[in-house]
């Protein structure tokens, strides 16, 4: 049998994609219409946000530890969450974590490095592009890594708060992305991380002027692979 995933979520958004690839492609493995069996738990968004803007990562760990724990209790056999963000959480309770953990950013570095980049140009939230998940991770792979530029970074955190995580699309979101997403190229980097779970669904790979490292689907891929 097919271990049984958890998933940890945190954004709606993000977590219901992520959700959608793995019953979706499930099939490719395991037969039609098979997938493993899959038990998601999640806090309201707004407790996460808490903690976060007060930088207290220990809280927003006992919040995902928390999450882990009742997903354990239910049978999951090992956890993911399709949230970049609070993988900087992630990283302070894996160690205490009742079940083991598929690491976002992780999977993506491996990624990266099968393909052959060098230099990733990383997008997501303010806290995530300014903060340690991701350099951490890409060191081992000896992947260099570009961000946008302050304001730019700046506006790319209002997109995904005021409008992504809400399931709000607008043409003029993806056209702004498309031009950062073109000075990382000019930067010199050779692919980009889309480095928050709903960026996805604002830029899909024909959106973008460099080949994309879509982290929410990486990440359910390889949570199918760890279940088969």
Known sequence: MPKHIGIVAVSAEGAALCYRTICNEGADLFGRHAHPEITMHTYPLSEYMRAIDAGE???????ILASAHKLADVGAEFLICPDNTVHQAIDLVRARSPLPWLHIAEVV???AAQHGYRRLGLLGTRYLMEGPVYPAKLAPERLEHRLPDAPSRERINRIIFDDLVYGRIEASARSYFQDVIAALARDGCDAVVLGCTEIPLLISPADSPLPTLDSTRL????ALREAA
């Open 57 to 63: 990562w220990n809280a927003a760990g006992n919040l």
């Open 109 to 111: 570095a491996s990624e």
């Open 219 to 222: 990440l359910a891929r390889a």
